[in-house]
């Protein structure tokens, strides 16, 4: 370890964090989860991380990759092993204005990419979170206010520069490692650190967005009126269902319809919205002209000692009816999870199902379940979450990955189906042999 330890100090130009020192309390953690790593490395260079890599492989600890750091199972942290904090490699250069082509840095978030990005009227359909970091957000997918415009965040991607596990630097394309590109959109981190992204951005204007909420009692018609009209919505709208959500205050929370029509012209906006308008008694009506960096909003840090219990799937059209009916039931129920569905369809479904590690192109919907609270109230939670599983389980598909506090083989059984795993686990093999790439959802080389 010592001279292993030297030879890090030597050609590390970035920071390394040990117990004990300022700033390892708060490196030590990942937004939604605690560790004790014994280094938190802070490359600023590309060659920095290889140096990072060879000496984790070296020392033979656990691995953590932080972009942003938002993971719900904690990916970003580890107790006793050693962590790739990214933050600094974030750089976002427009590179050819013509081609809208933007390099973006591994550790860059989302808030910083939409601001670098506005004065050129340019845009990438992302999540919707401020500091949610690049890297974690597209490697495993990108449901954001533009998806069924333009897809998913992966979708964009045409380049990546990427450190594998023995240190060297590869590129991937479609032309230039064409397997490890097709593995990067959609199979997470299990094959090398992405220390930069190539997007091809689309012109943007400001956008319609906001929030229309109905009284509790018109929940299920509400949502079956939203997913039915969906189908045929312009692509131009994408919007998210939300009931239970506690900070809409209450005994009996709102449904909350959010939107987002990917244009300014109000005329447009308004023949789009207005049929989301007549589902209900509108009760709260907040759509507005917004620039579209505005939409993203601040990710929430849960207070010391609330934890997270999230958990996530897929609806074809064939079972939304009968999911949004059981949805609608426990959003009204006392002991309600919040519950959020996202529209897809639209871009999404129009890339062929193999192009890409996502293997959920044709879902309409895509659905999550989330529990807050201290580790009593969760662990009390459990028997209904399983229970309220249990009822959708006949009815749904795959799970997101970015959706799930827990990264288990039937996690990762459910993100990737048994020809996209099988696939994954061939390039897996090639680039990463010894799965010093573990802490994601896992694809071992076998």
């Known amino acids: 370890m010592t001279s292993v330890l030297e030879t890090l100090r030597r050609d590390f130009g970035g920071d390394i964090i040990e117990p004990g020192g300022a700033e390892y309390e708060s490196a030590s953690r990942s937004v939604l989860v605690s560790g004790s790593p014994i280094y938190v490395l802070r490359p600023k260079s590309v060659g920095d991380v290889q140096a990072g890599v060879r000496f984790a492989a070296a020392v033979k600890l656990d691995l953590s990759v932080r972009g942003g750091g938002h993971g719900f199972p904690g990916f970003g942290t580890n107790d006793g092993g050693v962590v790739i904090d990214l933050s600094k490699l974030a750089t976002v250069e427009v590179v050819d204005k013509e081609r809208h082509l933007v390099r973006i840095g ?8 939409a601001t670098a990005l506005a004065p050129d009227g ?9 500091s949610v970091g690049v890297g974690g957000l597209t490697l495993t997918g990108g449901i954001g206010w533009k998806v069924r415009k333009y897809g998913l965040a992966l979708d964009s991607v045409v380049g990546a520069e990427v450190v594998t596990a023995d240190g060297e630097v590869v590129q991937a394309t479609a032309e230039e490692n064409p397997e490890l590109f097709w593995a990067l959109r959609g199979g997470g981190g299990n094959f090398g650190i992405v220390t930069a992204f ?16 109905f009284p509790a009692a018109e929940t299920a018609t509400v949502f079956q ?9 312009p692509e131009e ?9 506690p900070f809409a205050g209450g005994p009996e929370p709102l449904v909350e319809i959010h939107v987002a029509f990917d244009g300014d012209d109000p005329e447009l906006a308004a023949q789009a919205i207005d049929p989301i308008r007549r589902l209900g008694r509108v009760v709260v009506d907040e759509v507005a002209l917004t620039p579209y960096a505005d939409t993203l909003v601040d990710g929430a840090i849960p207070p010391p000692g ?10 074809g059209k064939e079972a939304v009816s009968e999911v949004l009916r059981i949805l609608a039931e426990v959003g009204t129920s006392e002991r309600s999870p919040i519950i959020a569905v996202r529209s897809v369809g639209g871009a999404v479904s129009r890339v062929p199902d193999d192009a890409t590690a996502y293997a959920h192109r044709q879902a309409e919907l895509m659905f999550v379940t989330t529990t807050a609270g201290p580790a009593p109230v ?3 939670a459990r ?14 598909s795959g799970a997101y990955a970015n959706f799930l506090t827990t990264a288990t083989e039937e996690d990762v059984a459910a993100v990737y189906p048994t020809q996209t795993y099988q696939r994954l686990a061939a390039v897996k093999r090639q680039y990463d042999p010894g799965n010093l790439f573990a802490g994601n959802h896992n694809v071992p080389p076998r």
Do not use: C, M
């Open 106 to 113: 591994g550790g860059a978030t989302w808030g910083q990419v």
């Open 122 to 130: 340019l845009a990438i359909s992302s999540g919707d979170t401020k």
């Open 198 to 213: 190539e997007f091809v951005a689309h012109p943007t204007a400001d956008v319609f967005y906001g929030k229309i909420a």
């Open 225 to 233: 009126g939203w997913a039915d009209y969906l189908r045929s919505a």
């Open 237 to 245: 709208l994408t919007s998210i269902a939300v009931v239970a959500n």
């Open 306 to 315: 609330i934890q997270l219990l999230t958990r996530s799937g897929f609806a």
């Open 378 to 380: 969760i662990d009390g």
């Open 383 to 396: 028997p209904v979450l399983d229970a309220i599983w249990s009822r959708l389980t006949p009815y749904t």
